[in-house]
Each structure stands twice: as C-alpha cells, then as structure tokens.
C-alpha cells in the first residue's frame, strides 16, 4: 500500500541551528516524491520535488533534500534555520499518473530565538 | 501568494444548509483539485479535474458535489453535511499533475 510517513510529530530547534525533517515512504512503482510547507492559514507551498537523477535535490528557501532509495527516505534538510521557518511541513509521494499523492501527516517546526 | 484564491475563507454551516466553496485559478493550468485537511490526518485528495472533465471521484460522499465550468473555476457544493465534515478544504492547480499550487483554503465548521 502506498503510504507515507512522517515520525516526528512535532521538533523544536533553535533559531541559526540545522533542521532535518524525516519521511520515510512505502510506494510499489518509481516514486515521485515531495515536499511542502504550510504556514498558518496559508495553503501549501511546494519546496521541493524529486523525479530523477541526482539524489539531492534543492529547494526554494534554502532546503534540501535526499532521496535515499535502499531506506525508503526522503529527508528535508536546511543548514540554518530561521524564525519564518516556523510552519507544518508535508512530504507527498506520486506516480506517474500525476494525479495521485499520498501525503504523510506533517510535522509541525517551532523555532526558538 | 501563488495565483489560486479561494472563497470564503470561514464558513460556518447546519446540517440542513446548502453551501459552495469557490476556486479560482488564472495560472492558466488544466488540472484542478480539491483536497480535505482534516486535523492529524493526510491531505485527502476528494476530486481531480482535468480540462473540466472529472478524472477522479475519491470515494467521497454523496453530499460533496464538485463542478468544474471552466479551466479556471473549481466549486465545490456542500449540503446536508455532518459535523465530521468540518475541516479545511484546499484547492490546488497544476499544469502537469505533479507541482500542485493551493488556495489558501475555506475552513468549514458544520454544526
């Protein structure tokens, strides 16, 4: 079954600190893989996506992520965090019909000066 | 601010009550969707439309009527709702099916 999962609920990183967001996914085809960004009251904003080629992806607002196939994973990455990062974050993964994403249920970032 | 907008953004409904939820899109995009964000669960996808034609039916419920009249407007008819049908409805718009741009959404209170 198609699946996608989120582990950390909730993290609390300080504000200049490095941030890793874990995903770890369960697709039966070549995945396509996501990930977006929720502020409050806003809807989500694609940071990223990973169709093929190289493994680590870049994003818009200074992420990153890596495709690890062998652990099933697609975790976001950003070397400095700032306090506008504070939001809910949601990986996605897809086939290539285009119209199916399965969405894991976020982890929500809190950023302390 | 991506280019889709949604109307209203707070609803408070009865059950007895008919309601539409509105998307608009000026992306120029063919495919429009509407998902339901419910509190602890994953987005779920409820209907997929590409060129107004509706490609995808999620299994949801009678009393969720989508209508696509154009590329560029996406509704969504509400009537006869349950209180577990309060939640955040999304729109999103894609040029392809994969990057997805979303409203900011209508958050749905049934009472």
């Known amino acids: 079954a198609q699946s996608v999962t989120q582990p950390d609920i909730h993290i609390t990183v300080s504000e200049g600190a490095s941030l890793e967001l874990r995903c770890n996914y369960s697709?039966?085809?070549?995945?396509?893989l996501f990930w977006y960004v929720q502020s409050p009251g806003q809807g989500l904003q694609l940071l990223l996506k990973?169709?093929?080629?190289?493994?680590l992806v870049q994003g818009i607002k200074g992420f990153e992520a890596e495709f690890k196939r062998s652990q099933s994973s697609f975790n976001l990455r950003k070397p400095s965090v700032h306090w506008s990062d504070a939001a809910e974050y949601f990986c996605a993964v897809g086939g290539n019909t285009g119209n199916q994403f399965y969405f894991g249920t976020g982890t929500s970032l809190t950023v302390i000066p | 601010e991506t280019g889709v907008t949604q109307t209203p953004r707070h609803l408070v409904m009865g059950m007895t009550n008919k309601k539409s939820l509105k998307c608009e899109q000026h992306l120029g995009h063919n495919a429009m969707y509407w998902y339901k964000q419910s509190a602890k669960k994953p987005l779920e996808l409820m209907f997929v439309?590409?060129?107004?034609?509706?490609?995808e039916n999620n299994s949801v419920p009678s009393r969720f009527s989508p209508e696509c009249p154009n590329s560029s407007h996406l509704f969504l008819h509400l009537h006869t709702l349950q209180p577990e049908d309060s939640a955040l409805y999304l729109c999103?718009?894609?040029?392809?099916?994969?990057?997805?741009?979303f409203g900011p959404g209508t958050r749905l209170l049934v009472l």
């Open positions: 697709y039966g085809a070549t995945p396509y």
């Open positions: 990973y169709f093929s080629g190289d493994t």
């Open positions: 439309y590409n060129f107004k034609e509706q490609t």
């Open positions: 999103a718009s894609s040029p392809t099916g994969w990057a997805q741009y």
